[in-house]
């Protein structure tokens, strides 16, 4: 369906020393950009951040991210007519949402997400020092 291989790479984008590149989900993105609010794109997960990779209309790649100590919620909205989607809040704002065409995706995209989240906000240390 996506034959653009640059909206879910990021060679580009200089990494922190430890960071790994993980899963992605590609599809409809809304997200406010220049005053357009839909997009061909990806979102790419890493290890310390969300990426959100929207093609412009003269084809470029523009990257915009969102730190996981920045996001708030994520939510997954069943729609009858067109499947799931996964909206990402800051605060109280959905700041990105997409529709997601491959279920089996974005269970492996949200279990990453969950995981790596969970580093940054040190909740792991938290769960154990309370656990002793």
Not at 12 to 31: K, M, Q, R, S, V
Not at 97 to 113: C, E, I, P, R
């Amino acid at each position: 369906m996506y034959k653009n291989k640059s909206l879910y790479d990021l060679s580009d984008i200089e990494l922190a020393e430890n960071e790994a590149i993980g899963p992605e989900l590609i599809g409809t993105i809304e997200f406010e950009n220049d005053g357009r609010y839909i997009f061909q794109g990806a979102l790419i997960l890493t290890t310390e951040r969300l990426f959100v990779n929207i093609e412009k209309p003269d084809g470029e790649i523009e990257h915009h991210q969102l730190k996981y100590t920045d996001i708030s919620l994520v939510t997954v909205e069943n729609r009858a007519l067109s499947g799931k989607i996964v909206h990402f809040w800051i605060g109280k704002k959905i700041e990105v949402s997409m529709n997601v065409t491959h279920d089996k995706n974005l269970q492996k995209f949200l279990a990453f997400y969950r995981k790596h989240r969970a580093r940054a906000l040190k909740y792991e240390n938290y769960i154990f020092e309370e656990a002793r």
